[in-house]
């Protein structure tokens, strides 16, 4: 099976820097996704590793390495609206296109 | 606008009651998939399409049905809901083979 672990929260100040990791599970993978969620409303995606190594979209980067089972999302310049819970997921290749979600980081971003 | 919709976004209903929550996206997505959500546990997958009259189990499959019969619709089907299953259920679509979903906005069912 697959399975992946993240911290239950984090708290951070505005205009800090966050790093939410995830470690993980399984047999093989496609890549690692991220995804935010705001309280009430619907996961939204971020950001996807394919390869091995950093990926930048704005303040948002995302990190993985198969080597190590482990994978990051990096929230800079933290702002109010960040306050969010965000989740890795991935796709198993010996699960078919099954996805599998981590159990979400809540991030409380403080003035 | 591309997006994914599903009804009702609330429902509360009784023991045994057959229920249907459907969910149509209008992206012309190959893959679509249904997600419950409880507090402590995340997402997980109950099951996913990978294209029209394909569809498999995932995490947890017991207790639902779906079926694919259009391309652009995916119910998700209750024979007999049992408050083990009050939740919030998401829908979600994507091209297959990538990895960019998109959600629907949710159904909070309430089992009673």
């Known amino acids: 099976g697959q399975s992946l672990e993240q911290p239950s929260e984090v708290t951070a100040v505005e205009g800090a820097i966050v790093q939410i990791n995830c470690t993980y599970q399984t047999s093989g993978f496609y890549g690692l996704s991220w995804y935010q969620q705001h309280d009430g409303g619907a996961p939204t995606f971020l950001s996807y590793?394919?390869?091995?190594g950093l990926e930048e979209t704005g303040r948002f980067s995302s990190f993985l390495s198969r080597s190590d089972s482990y994978g990051y999302l990096l929230l800079q310049e933290l702002q109010m609206k960040d306050s969010a819970s965000y989740f890795c997921a991935v796709r198993g290749k010996a699960a078919g296109n099954k996805l599998t979600f981590g159990g979400g980081t809540r991030v409380l971003v403080k003035p | 606008e591309a997006q994914v919709t599903q009804n009702p976004r609330y429902l509360i209903t009784v023991t045994g009651k057959k229920l249907t929550v459907t969910c149509s996206q209008n992206m012309n997505h190959e893959y679509m998939s249904w997600y419950r959500q409880d507090p402590g546990l995340g997402l997980r997958q109950i099951y996913y399409?990978?294209?029209?009259?394909?569809?498999d189990k995932g995490d947890v499959p017991e207790g639902y049905k779906v079926s694919r019969k259009e391309k652009r619709n995916f119910p998700l089907i209750l024979e007999s809901p049992s408050p083990n299953q009050t939740s919030l259920y998401f829908c979600?679509?994507?091209?297959?083979?990538?990895?960019?979903?998109?959600f629907g906005p949710g159904t909070r069912l309430l089992v009673l």
């Open positions: 590793n394919g390869l091995d």
């Open positions: 979600a679509s994507s091209r297959q083979k990538q990895e960019t979903q998109y």
């Open positions: 399409s990978m294209n029209v009259e394909v569809t």
